[in-house]
């Protein structure tokens, strides 16, 4: 074996790593935008079919082209340190031990961000909204990829990781039940207290809009330890019910002191004994 | 060795490598399509048996061919790569890092995904059924590979990922009971309340539809702090149970009444002692 | 090194490659249905031993048999490749990264038939008993090997994912506990009212054969703030205990209305003292 | 290189590879059968320390020499497959997600195999004593290598997987306590009333070989609202400690009676204002 | 093979290994200052985004860049390792199980950090402000990249590892809501002391300049088993919502007696009977 | 190539192989020792300072030293395997699955004996300690390795695995607090009733040598619904606690009853109104 | 190929292997002590900062030093043992399932010692103050590196280790809150009784060194059921809060009584009713 085999092995390895090169340039060019436009696609049809306006959809696809573009490049720059025989070997430890660290210390950071890319996608929650979540209650400030803010009735404003977001319980969507428990005494006729809480609903179902069914007393609910328990369910606009409801209270008690029904006290027989 | 043999050799390897990409696609075309066939037969199989909607069919099967093409596309490719010496560790190891990222990050997503195939495929729930699911309570409105969608009885829209419904109630499958726990006065006669009650119920199971079996007293159910409770069951069709129960429960306390039985309130014995 | 070398080279690995297929296919052959039977054998004994039904032996063997045949044909598949040279690293890694999806996503799935499998074997539950698992209660519908149905006292189906079984408490094994707790006054003379409950249990001994062992009086269980406890204790028929319990508070109540005795409402002593 | 050299290369292999199957199998037949030995040697030496009976060894021991064999019958194969270069690679891929799974699914049924193995050893339960394990209450009917049956009171059959199983009480290991609180009025004299209660408890120690230790009164456990708290103690034979207190508490109560002892009911001071 | 062939091979292999250095050394003379403006100008482009003060920037991109700088020197470290053959394996397992050890046992290290990043960039609390974060209570005294310092009201230093901080609940982001419940007597009339509570609110509404929004009496709220409960919301100035609901409740109460509307103590209807 | 070649090689490789078995054996040979002696010298060192009894720093030692000697055996002959180029591939397959078996099903029995050892090291709990470990209470009957052995009052024996062992509270450690809370009555003199429990307290201080540090009254703990708790708080002897208690109440009782200071009744004020 | 050129070889690979010997000496050389510096010297920077005593740095810098001591030897003779060709894979597979074995069962050990470490570093708590950590209550008696030993009031020692402790509450760094609540009847009035409470806050302010800050009368609190509930507030020294509440709650109790004020009792509404 002489210097010209030498070269000549040199010349062979570097046209071969020059076509393996050339092939993936190739590869990488072909690739990448098509990876592009599928993702740029899938987003507008997701668009198309579910509504969702302008902004969030530009947000979600710059989301996951700068993802997409991320991993592209270092996958290529990775290839091309494995043809020129570059080792990069410690390369990948080190990506390695990073994506532990990752995978233990952030992974709640990746996971926020694949719920908040639902709760945008899936419109579960919207501003000004109100809903429950992870416990917090209050209208809906703001929905980020890693964070939502709620703000309480009482006026907190809750920060809430997206990863402790898991049901939500949306209360925004649809009417809204008003229901009203009342309770008569053991001794007033059940009839006849049915067909006054009729009268005071047949009321509201004529002049009060908020109502878009009912109310309706129901009938006997329960046998409470010193009340019959009756029940009066309707239904009401969204966020109407508490308003509804007071007033509901309100004309049921005037209905009956009118009518002579008592909503009782708490009631106890007693026995008295004589002390030993 | 001289420039022929190089041209040899390469050629030789060429040769092989072509064999070996043949091998390749004729295994991929072999294997593909049979894998497809078997992903297709299998779903309609499971429709034949399980009388599941076409739509559905048509959902589950376009998922799991989605997730099989991927797969197969990602491995012929990957294995191009190495026949061409073309190193694929990079590439692998990407994968990898983006594995423990989704294992670690989407693993959730997963998990709904599953949940929810079961969910449609064992059919726990169907949409308008009145259910319990991982504490929520309400009528199903929409059940979605990642979101079941329940609606609440108080008009609370519930988004449920799938992978946080484990145990199912379903209450709209089969005859529902209605159970009624009436107090009477330790003074007064148990035979004689027991007749009453079972001339109510007897009444019922003539004239309402509702019951399917019963009503009917069942007898002493606990000795309370101040009345002896009696308990009365009936079957009824589902979502009947609640009407039923009040009016059962109207019946009683105006039999009772009649027949001067006590439902009696709390009672306490006091024994009277001077100050000291 | 001439064309010659290369040709009888080939032939050479083409030989000791053939002698490894050949290797490899007997010892597939041999393996095989060895294992199956195996198997078969393993099943065939349990089932000699625990008496379990035919059809269920049929479901366990055949989703055994099932399990192992994939995983021989997976290997044989991959070893063949291997011996070729073909590149089975990325069907590996594929595998790999499949099988990590499957560990996060998909564990409670293997987890529910692992579950299943050992509820069958064991015979923990069967259909028509009277279970709590996982905290539902009820009467078993269906064991499956991913879910149990049970069917609760209000009519609810219950859907339980196995993986949520762990512990199983069956109420169908045997004789069940009825037991009384009655209350008598701090006035009333102890040594009488046990002579009292001893009379009627005597009674219910000689008459009721729903009692298996018992009922008797067992003494002074508690002291209450209002009334010295007496605690009577049976053993019944399987689910005979409810019904049982009840005619037992009924005669007992019967017994000491007719001998006097007192079952007491709550006491206070009240200590008058005027106004300030 | 001619025919002759692969032929000679040929004979060199196959002698190197005689030889390592030699080595092997030498190390093969002298591994074995000394695990074995030390195996069955460790466990009877744990028998004559522990006094556990012989059937209980043989299982243990049975089990053990199982998993041992398995293991090294998979080892000797895997290396003769590794000489013959046989790719082994796939095999052990399988094998390792086999583990995975086995790792994520069935993990419980190891922790079940290995907790179940230290019950039997520790003797922490045995059948027929009174325990408490993983919340459940009752008598140990079965100890299993993967679950334990326990009889609740009330005739309830639970299993527990023996994972369940963290924190053990055992009932019936030694004498067990009596304890009774009796409240006695504030008028009283303190003084009187735990003489009377040595009184009772003096009767019991002489004539009731039910207690071991004592019963003795303690002395004012605590201020009541309405009494003031004494407390007696005393040790009783296994399972004789809730009979005991029984006659203990009819004793008492009879002792109380006859010097005019009160056991108080609840007070109150009334204060009684007039009605604005 | 000959002496000169050695020292050819010899250089050869110098010389790609110098070359390799070279392309290294140029490599990381390239990346590691583009990785640090990238890092400055992000946070940069952050800042001017959210308004964040100075200090807490440099903080933040002091620590971004000693990461990024660790990082690199240790892969070029172990690159230049790599291309003079000296085995970095031990190196990178070393690295590995410490990775594995930082993974497990100060993952929460990892955690606290990356959660202490975002509150500092998100500003979800400020120091001074009142929050509720992990069950404390208090005012934020410093915000830690490992620990949060909050005073509870009581005087209590509570330091709060940023892992445990999840929901953040922060009371000092806008107005507040005053709330005051206030019961009367069902004998009184609801519309009379609606319009006593509107006048006291009106007086607030005018001369109090800390409510911001209201007061204003809502309705009948809820009727108590005594009273029938009328409800007052206003908003307040921040942290000026106790004293407000303290001063209102001090006006209602002065104008409730002065019109003599009884706030009702809890009431009982006692039915005597005679002592058996 | 000719046979000659052929020894030569041979030779040579048996050499090298020889050098590197000697290389390993000379290793072995130091490095063992030095282990035991490094383990034994750094034990004795912690029994010197700590003041361990010789019976468990026995037990300790010869734990470690099996541990070691395991270890340092399997390396070597994992090594010797190695350089005759046996694959030991499949044999740390096999260690590594079996690892993972270890690490998923019995990482409980690591995490006990981890324990174990650090509660015999650290002393946190002797036998016939009084102590509260993992919700359990009672007296320390034996510390194991594995398993903690706690006697509870009332006589169970609690078996507690060391896993489930993190905070101990160790009840005999030093003196401990008799508290006694007494309630007076709102009209009494609050000095004149703490001059009365300052002569109770100063009688046991000089009379009761159980108490190491007062008793003493501290002043008005709290105002109850009807009466005002005065609290009264010494040191004494370590398990005296309770007895201390016991005799301080009875004594206190006493000197209230002789000064005619009132333990006072719950109290209620009575408005009495007309029934409607 | 002659015996010359296997000793050139030979001499070859020695010469090499001499030369990275060296490199790697020389690495060590230069790394071992500039780590050692480096430790030392940010961990003096730290104390300077801080102002943390000499004793604890030294035992921070010693624990520090040592694990830096062993990493970096271990590193060195791997890598010896690499260069010589001794395969050090299996020592390697050994340390990694060491590593498992320690990462799964003595996780809580690392985690121990970096928690004490920070406990130690950041100083949030000290040995004898009041803190409530891990759910344990009482003065801090020991901080080390892997239990924490904290004194209940009630004399109980508890054993802490540091791995519990999250969230730390300290009682001990600034002045505490004295605060009482004070109930007044519905008729008196209230303005008469906050001039009366204000007056003996003023005279505390004057005369009482322990507070820092009032106390001061806020107002009304709270509509209790029975009484209007007035609260005070202050600031006292540290651990002086409860003694400076009960002479707080002394002197309002005796102003009260002088000014006529009534502490009241539960009250309630009595309506009387015949016996039906």
């Given amino acids: 074996m002489d210097i010209l085999d030498t070269i000549q092995e040199s010349l062979g390895s570097i046209l071969t790593a020059g076509l393996k090169v050339l092939l993936l340039i ?15 696609k899938s987003i507008r049809n997701v668009k198309r079919k579910d509504n969702i306006t302008e902004g969030r959809i530009k947000t979600l696809e710059k989301l996951l082209l700068n993802i997409y573009s991320y991993t592209i490049i270092f996958l290529f720059v990775a ?22 660290a990752i995978g233990f210390g952030a992974q709640g950071l990746v996971s926020d961000i694949v719920t908040g890319f639902f709760l945008l996608l899936e419109k579960q929650i919207e501003v000004d909204e ?21 703000r309480g009735f009482d006026g907190t404003l ?3 990781p997206n990863r402790d977001i898991s049901g939500v319980s949306n209360h925004s969507r649809g009417t809204m039940r008003a ?11 059940i ?29 006997v609910q329960a046998f409470g330890s010193s009340d019959v328990v009756l029940r009066v369910i ?25 009518e002579g029904i008592e909503i009782p006290y708490p009631h106890q027989v007693n026995v008295t004994k004589e002390s030993k």
Same sequence: chains 1, 2, 3, 4, 5, 6, 7.
């Fill in 179 to 189: 229901l009203v428990d009342i309770g008569i005494s053991y001794g007033d006729n």
């Fill in 158 to 160: 809750h920060f809430i």
């Fill in 26 to 40: 190739i590869a990488y060019l072909i690739v990448a935008p098509i990876g592009k436009k599928i993702i740029s």
């Fill in 234 to 258: 309707g239904q009401t606009e969204n966020m109407m019910q508490w308003a509804a409801e007071r007033d509901l209270r309100k004309k049921i008690k005037e209905a009956f002191d009118q």
């Fill in 79 to 100: 290839m091309l340190f494995g043809i020129f025989n570059i080792p990069i070997g410690p390369l990948l430890a080190g990506a390695g031990i990073l994506g532990l």
């Fill in 130 to 150: 109100y809903v429950t979540v992870a416990g917090f209650n209050g209208i809906v400030e703001e929905i980020g990829l890693r964070t939502t803010k709620v």
């Fill in 191 to 219: 009839d006849h207290a049915l067909e006054v809480l009729q009268k005071v609903c047949d009321d509201f179902k004529e002049n009060d809009t908020r109502f878009k069914d009912g109310p309706d007393p129901l009938g």
